[in-house]
């Protein structure tokens, strides 16, 4: 009979355990203790996650043409910016200005135009004194009296006189393209009026401005950025005397890079200091904003995630920067397509 009893109790007890095993028991809403397992990352396309990192997979990082560098810690020069311009090289320029008044006349070939290459003495123009052929032979003999009267007039009605029988021929001061032409044929024109400019476009330099006098003897050679070209810039000197408040500094460009540039063309000069800032180099697109407009960069944690890092930079050229905290050494960070990680959502 006992026997018969605990055989029962087994049979019951065996099926609880079972039911259990079918049908787990779970907190009630608002009962559970925080013991959920994360939910795992599935799919293939890029996800924001919970914690801001971005989980992005290996094709979709190979379609971004995402980019990464592994960083260590350099010293480089930081840089000011400066408010710059394009300016002629006086020793690779001319302006061609007529020493009398009168009207313009074209040479066979016609006016030059703006862009037309010249040669050293070529005639850009001629400008002669408005008097006919009557009143050029009276305006001869008026300069011949006046001529052999030179110790007794004065010196003003000699040049007028002579300037009344004057023809002036308009030469190119140097091999180069005319940058203005501020002339028409039979325009009326003033003594010591430009006409024309002429420029070497090979030998263009740049001028920036300098506010702080106290960094005149530090300052150093400097970089600028011409939409997607960055143009090297060797310093020639910094003035002594003020502009505006403001020293001059002129530099000459280096290499090709000249070809970007174009005369009167307003830019940023990033000059550099002489001293040096310890950091990690990184091109300037691998910053970025975060939600509080706070400098970052991304840095790969794992094959397929990338983690915001609030970083401090200083600049060090037009393209480059010294990141001086928020990364350490051997950190992998996205150096092509940031913008892009920092957009998944």
């Known amino acids: 009979m006992k026997k018969s009893h605990s055989s029962h109790y087994l049979s019951i007890l065996a099926v609880a355990v079972n039911l259990l095993w079918l049908n787990p028991v779970s907190a009630g809403p608002g009962h559970d203790h925080g013991d959920t397992p994360a939910t795992a990352v599935s799919g293939a396309f890029p996800q924001r996650q919970s914690d801001g990192s971005v989980f992005m997979p290996k094709a979709a990082q190979r379609q971004l043409r995402i980019q990464t560098q592994v960083i260590q810690r350099e010293q480089r020069s930081p840089v000011i910016e400066l408010a710059g311009r394009v300016i002629m090289d006086p020793n690779a320029s001319g302006k061609v200005q007529t020493i009398i008044a009168g009207r313009v006349h074209a040479d066979q070939n016609g006016l030059p135009q703006v862009g037309q290459r010249v040669q050293k003495g070529q005639v850009l123009a001629r400008v002669s004194s408005e008097i006919d052929s009557q009143g050029r032979s009276l305006a001869q003999i008026r300069l011949e009296r006046l001529s052999a009267l030179s110790d007794s007039v004065p010196r003003r009605r000699l040049e007028e006189a002579q300037a009344a029988v004057a023809n002036e021929v308009l030469r190119a001061p140097i091999s180069g ?3 203005t032409a501020n002339v028409s044929v039979g325009q009326v024109v003033e003594a010591r009026e430009v006409l024309f400019e002429v420029v070497d476009p090979k030998r263009l330099m740049v001028e920036g ?3 702080d006098p106290t960094l005149a003897s ?10 997607q070209t960055t143009v090297s810039l060797t310093l020639v000197g910094v003035s002594s005397a003020l502009r505006d408040q403001a020293l001059p500094v002129t530099y000459r460009v280096s290499g090709g890079e000249v070809a970007a540039l174009q005369l009167n063309l307003l830019t940023t000069i ?3 200091i002489k ?20 400098s970052i960069v991304w840095v790969k944690h794992d094959p397929e995630r990338f983690e915001p890092r609030l970083v401090t930079f200083t600049t060090i050229s037009a393209d480059q920067v010294s990141v001086t905290s928020g990364l350490q050494d051997r950190d992998r960070v996205v150096t092509v397509g940031a913008s892009l990680v920092n957009q998944v959502r």
Do not use: E, F
Not at 218 to 227: H, L
Not at 275 to 294: C, E, W
């Open 177 to 179: 393209v005319i940058a």
């Open 209 to 211: 401005l300098l506010y």
């Open 218 to 227: 530090a300052i150093g050679n400097a970089t600028m950025r011409i939409g």
């Open 270 to 272: 990033y000059a550099n």
């Open 275 to 294: 001293t040096k800032v310890d950091g990690y180099i990184l091109p300037l697109q691998a910053i970025g904003r975060g939600p509080s407009n706070q």
